[in-house]
C-alpha cells in the first residue's frame, strides 16, 4: 500500500469513527423529538438569558424563582425539566447530563473534590480533555440538543458560570446572529459564602477552585456590564430567596417583549411566510397556529415597526 493509499484509509475510519459518535448523540437527541416541531408559533422565540455566577452562588436556583419553576418553600415544582414555565424557554445546561454519567459509572458527585485530588487517573476519566471523558460527553449531548433549539429560535435559558469573558462574548454574538435578543443574569454573592455554599453542594469542588472560580467571574464583572449594558442585571445572593419584584418584571419583561433583533424580525416573517402565514388570527388554512400571546407579540414587533398585519 502506498503513502497516499494509507491516507485515504486513515481518512475513511477516521470519518466512519466520527459518524458513529455523531449517531449515537443523535439517538439520544431523539428522546426529546418535540424540539424538531418547535418553532416560530412557540413562545419565547430568539430571546437567550445567560446567567453568570460561580459555585455557590444559586443562580440555577435563582433563575428558577424567577421564572416560577419553584414552589413558596422553594422545593422544584418540576424534576429534570427542559422547559422553564409558560416563557418557552429551553434549560441550556449540561449538569444533569454530567450528574447522569457520574451515576452510570458508579462516581458519587460528592466524592468529586477527593477524587480531583486523590485520583488523577480517575479525575481525568471524569473531567480530562478527551472526547470520551464524562464531562465532554455531556458537553457534546448538549450541543446536539441546543442546535436543535437553535434551529428553530426558541428561547433558551444558558446556564453558565462566566468564568471565560471571551467565550461569552462568542456564544452572544453567535446568537445576535441568528436573530436573538440576550441578556445576562448575573448572580453574585460574597467569596465565603460561594465558599461555605459549597460544602453543602450535592456536587462539592474544592476549595480552591471555588475560590479562583469566584475571582474569575468577578474579574468579568465589569466587562459583562459593558457588553450587555441595560441588558444586564445583578442580583445580590447572599441571602438566598427571591430577587426583588422590580429585576423579576425586568427579566420576564424581556422575555415576553416583541424580538427587537432585525435578523430574527426577518426571521419570523420569512418562516410565516413559508409556512403559508397569511393572518395572524387561528384557524383556516392560513391562520396562525400559535397562542394568542404569541400572536400579538408579533403584531406588536409590527407595529413598533411600522408594518401592518399581513
Given at each position: ?92 445546561n449540561s449538569d444533569n447530563l454530567f450528574e447522569k454519567g457520574l451515576a452510570d459509572a458508579g462516581i458519587d458527585p ?10 488523577p487517573e480517575l479525575w481525568d476519566i471524569i473531567q480530562g480533555p478527551s472526547p470520551d471523558s464524562i464531562r465532554n460527553v455531556a458537553k457534546a449531548k448538549l450541543a446536539s440538543l441546543r442546535a436543535f ?162
Open positions: 500500500m502506498n503513502r497516499f493509499q494509507a491516507n485515504d484509509l486513515r481518512n475513511l475510519v477516521t470519518e466512519v469513527v466520527s459518524a458513529y459518535k455523531a449517531e449515537k448523540r443523535n439517538k439520544w437527541l431523539l428522546e426529546s423529538p418535540e424540539v424538531i416541531e418547535e418553532g416560530v408559533f412557540d413562545p419565547g422565540i430568539l430571546k437567550a438569558v445567560f446567567t453568570a455566577g460561580g459555585p455557590g452562588s444559586g443562580k440555577s436556583f435563582t433563575a428558577d424563582l424567577i421564572f416560577g419553576m419553584r414552589d413558596a418553600s422553594g422545593k422544584p415544582l418540576f424534576q429534570k425539566a427542559s422547559f422553564i414555565g409558560s416563557t418557552g424557554l429551553k434549560y441550556v460528592g466524592d468529586l473534590a477527593r477524587i480531583e485530588e486523590e485520583d433549539y437553535e434551529t428553530g429560535r426558541l428561547g433558551m435559558l444558558i446556564d453558565g458560570t462566566g468564568r471565560r469573558y471571551d467565550k461569552m462574548v462568542r456564544q452572544k454574538k453567535a446568537l445576535e446572529a441568528l436573530g436573538y435578543d440576550t441578556m445576562l443574569i448575573f448572580v453574585d454573592t460574597s467569596e465565603e459564602i460561594a465558599v461555605e455554599r459549597n460544602k453543602s453542594r450535592k456536587r462539592k469542588l474544592g476549595e480552591d477552585g471555588v475560590r479562583e472560580m469566584w475571582k474569575a467571574v468577578q474579574d468579568n464583572k465589569a466587562g459583562f456590564q459593558q457588553l450587555f449594558g441595560d441588558d444586564m442585571v445583578i442580583i445580590d445572593n447572599d441571602k438566598f430567596g427571591p430577587p426583588e419584584e422590580e429585576i423579576i418584571e425586568k427579566i420576564t419583561g424581556f422575555v415576553d417583549a416583541p424580538v427587537r433583533n432585525p435578523l430574527g424580525q426577518a426571521w419570523i416573517e420569512d418562516e410565516l411566510e413559508m409556512r403559508g402565514v397569511t393572518t395572524l388570527e387561528p384557524g383556516g388554512a392560513g391562520g396562525f397556529r400559535g397562542g394568542r400571546r404569541e400572536a400579538d407579540r408579533i403584531q406588536q414587533m409590527r407595529d413598533e415597526r411600522g408594518q401592518s398585519d399581513l
